[in-house]
């Protein structure tokens, strides 16, 4: 019900930033809990960070703890996740997904998904 839209991958060298961000269409976005997602070759898709309705509540995974920061705008209907001191092993595929619960953070929980954008990290 809900379409997504990801944009902001990019190539960028170690040490830098990027920020991506999820354009949210055809359904009530801060009825959504958000996820962000990667998924690198040869390799099972994994959760990066996830937000709950109001944005309160997020959850990191471990490997980017102090390094990403994921955010939502609900009057604008977008998520974003900044990612600073970024490493080559966070090469992936980046997706950005949506959950009818109210937080979420397992991959299983989450029904919506964009089509994903690449970031690549250079050393």
């Known amino acids: 019900q809900v379409q997504l839209v990801e944009s902001g991958g990019g190539l960028v060298q170690a040490g830098g930033s990027l920020r991506l961000s999820c354009a949210a269409s055809?359904?009530?976005?801060?009825?959504?809990?958000m996820g962000w997602f990667r998924q690198a070759p040869g390799k099972e898709r994994e959760i990066v960070a996830a937000?709950?309705?109001?944005?309160?509540?997020?959850y990191y995974v471990s490997s980017v703890k102090g390094r990403f920061t994921i955010s939502r705008d609900n009057s604008e209907n977008t998520l974003y996740l900044q990612m600073n001191s970024l490493k080559p092993e966070d090469t992936a595929v980046y997706y950005c997904?949506?959950?009818?619960?109210?937080?979420?953070?397992?991959?299983?929980?989450?029904?919506?998904w964009g089509q994903g954008t690449q970031v690549t990290v250079s050393s």
């Open positions: 997904a949506a959950s009818i619960a109210t937080m979420a953070s397992k991959l299983q929980d989450f029904g919506s």
């Open positions: 937000i709950n309705w109001g944005g309160a509540t997020t």
């Open positions: 055809g359904g009530t976005f801060r009825h959504y809990a």
